[in-house]
């Protein structure tokens, strides 16, 4: 049988919505859309699921995790993990986390990366809100008349926006 897998999974942004960002102790968003099953089936499949998460383990913290189905096993410790290497960091297979990147080398890549990081739930927030906008530049019925095209251009290999298409 394979050996059992743990999983630290990061609550702000991956399970409850963080897109408000921090609201307070015991304050938290909504579930994220299908954390319930993703975590459940995680379960399911023999994974030792960790709740790895900057907030203490409090009463409300459990109840959230309880009202929205959570599967978990632990919040913010790893009972298996040898006592000569407890230090902050828990072990673990895989870390779910919002603000994550996956490292494999030191190079230009991982360094601009680094520099245009956004965490999932800025970027999303961002991304509505695009969409919203752009959902009312066609509700207005005429797609001359949307006025918030820009023209584009290449500039060091990125595209920026240089000006209104029409004035
Ligand atoms: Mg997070």
Redesign the pocket.
């Known amino acids: 049988m394979a050996k059992k897998k743990t999983i630290c999974i990061?609550?702000?942004?991956?399970l409850a919505d963080?897109s408000e960002g921090y609201q307070g102790k015991d304050i938290f968003g909504d579930m994220v859309p299908n954390a319930d099953i993703a975590t459940g089936v995680l379960k399911k499949n023999g994974w030792t699921i960790i709740i790895y998460?900057t907030r203490p383990a409090t009463d409300a913290l459990k109840k959230w995790l309880k009202d929205n189905n959570i599967s978990y096993d632990y919040i913010n410790e790893n009972p298996d993990q040898p006592e000569d290497s407890k230090g902050c960091k828990l072990m673990a297979d895989i870390y779910l986390?919002?603000?994550g990147m996956s490292f494999s080398s030191w190079n230009a890549w991982t360094m601009r990366d680094i520099a245009e990081f956004e965490?999932n739930?800025a970027a999303s927030k961002k991304k509505d809100q695009e969409q919203r906008e752009f959902e009312a530049c066609y509700k207005e019925g005429d797609i001359w008349k949307r006025g918030r095209e820009k023209r584009l251009k290449n500039i060091g290999g990125k595209l920026q926006e240089v000006g209104d298409v029409i004035k």
């Open positions: 990061d609550f702000d942004g991956v963080y998460t986390d919002d603000r965490p739930s």
